[in-house]
């Protein structure tokens, strides 16, 4: 069989300043495999030469619809594209897409496009926030554009707040997911609230060692990108994973599991689901040194080791005595292997009927396991005795997977 040919993805660059980091995406979009063709506007040639998109895409790089007559460039384009990903989109660019010009090769190519389209808004924050903004995102929302961020942070100059674009790593993982499913990030969570907890619990035995475990915080990072791109509000209660905040969530940086456990139970009333997605360490070193411990006696002392609370029960309990509301959706997740006895299904099975959450997302771990990995696989299995699969496919593609299964119930009281 002939390879597949490689996605085709069009990279639309408007003119702001965070056009360089259009570079970045370009070269991540390249370096994974798609074929890219970027299409800036004039304005966004100001800020970077087309010799720079050239180089970087292999492809030619033109603005208007008057070059390359014969070949009818934007309907083309627009035509063969699997996806068209807009990084940074300005005020202005927004403004001629909602109301569908066609006045350069970017708009005609847009509207030439039956292809997924994602745009990551960069601009400053009055901008952002102006009801003439506000109106046209309301009306690409409605026609089906996903809007990644924006995050808030530094600005041009001094001024800092919402209106930063999107990381290019976290928009390069979005734009991938919609080109392995169109359909994984509808506008459908505005209104829902999703707390999410994610990466490793570390728990110190002195000022420079600690207890941890493999978690990367991917899986549960990859959840929070889905759910705030499909416009959730979104709480991120980081246990130290080394990955860059996604844009536009409320960060809670914890380091042990009892700071992740205030955290969660502090945040948890305000959310209507709760995504138990951090490996939680089950023991911590009863002892805390607050000096470097010495390799000074003969023998090494033993480490003694107290357990830490199940903060995942504990939520549950909290809900069956009427202190968290009745619809918090609960989730867990569990790293299986299957052996002899028991599948990894049977044991997800066993361990959702301690635990007594709503859903548990199982992961096999079996064979090259989920950790550090870029993609993922498993099942979601319902306190209903349902049980979904999760083919693999990026963390971000069962990231939305997730968020299907668990929200649809979201808000409704617990069975
Ligand atoms: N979890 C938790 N608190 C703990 C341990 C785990 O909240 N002290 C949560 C995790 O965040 C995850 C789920 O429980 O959502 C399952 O984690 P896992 O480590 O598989 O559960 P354990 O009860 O530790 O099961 P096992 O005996 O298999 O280690």
């Known amino acids: 069989m002939p390879p597949s040919p490689a996605p085709r993805v069009v990279l639309g660059v408007s003119g702001g300043i965070a056009a360089y980091k259009s570079c970045e995406l370009l070269r991540a979009l390249t370096e994974s495999g798609h074929h890219v063709d970027v299409i800036p506007t004039e304005a966004a040639l100001r800020f970077v030469g087309a010799a720079t998109f050239e180089a970087l895409s292999g492809n030619p790089v033109t603005t208007g619809v008057f070059s390359d007559i014969p070949s009818v460039r934007h309907v083309r384009l627009g035509q063969q594209a699997d996806l068209i990903v807009i990084a940074p989109a300005t005020a202005d660019l927004i403004a001629r897409m909602a109301a569908g010009r066609a006045d350069d090769l970017l708009t005609s190519t847009l509207l030439a496009t039956l292809a997924p389209v994602a745009i990551a808004p960069a601009m400053h924050t009055e901008m952002w926030q102006h009801p003439a903004t506000q109106a046209n995102i309301a009306t690409l929302r409605s026609r089906g554009v996903t809007v990644i961020g924006p995050a808030s942070g530094r600005l041009t100059g001094k001024d800092t707040g919402p209106g930063r674009m999107a990381e290019p790593a976290e928009i390069a993982q979005l734009a991938r997911v919609l080109l392995e499913r169109r359909d994984a990030l509808p506008h459908d969570l505005a209104g829902t609230r999703v707390l999410v907890t994610a990466g490793g619990t570390r728990e110190p035995l002195d000022p420079v060692r600690f207890l941890t475990n493999r978690s990367s915080g991917k899986q549960g990072y990859a959840l929070v990108q889905v759910a705030a791109a499909r416009g959730a509000a979104v709480t991120l209660i980081s246990a130290n994973a080394a990955l860059p905040t996604p844009a536009g ?134 306190r209903d005795g349902r049980t979904t699969e999760i083919p693999r496919g990026s963390k971000q593609l069962v990231a939305a997977q997730i968020l299907d299964v668990v929200t649809a119930s979201a808000g409704s009281p617990s069975a």
């Open 249 to 382: 969530v409320d960060l809670v940086r914890v380091e042990t599991a009892l700071e992740l456990q205030e955290a969660t139970v502090a945040a948890a009333a305000d959310h209507d689901v709760v995504v138990m997605a951090a490996a939680v360490s089950d023991f911590r070193p009863t002892e805390r040194s607050s000096s470097k411990i010495k390799k000074t006696a003969a023998e090494p002392e033993r480490i003694a080791l107290a357990k830490n609370p199940d903060i995942l029960a504990g939520l549950v309990a909290e809900r069956e005595a009427g202190r968290l509301p009745a619809g918090l959706r609960i989730v867990g997740f569990a790293a299986e292997t299957g052996d002899e006895r028991y599948t990894v299904e049977e044991y997800g099975k066993q361990k959702l009927g301690r635990k007594r959450c709503d859903y548990l997302v199982v992961n096999d771990v079996g064979e090259g396991g989920a950790f550090e990995s870029d993609t993922n696989a498993g099942l979601i299995i319902g």
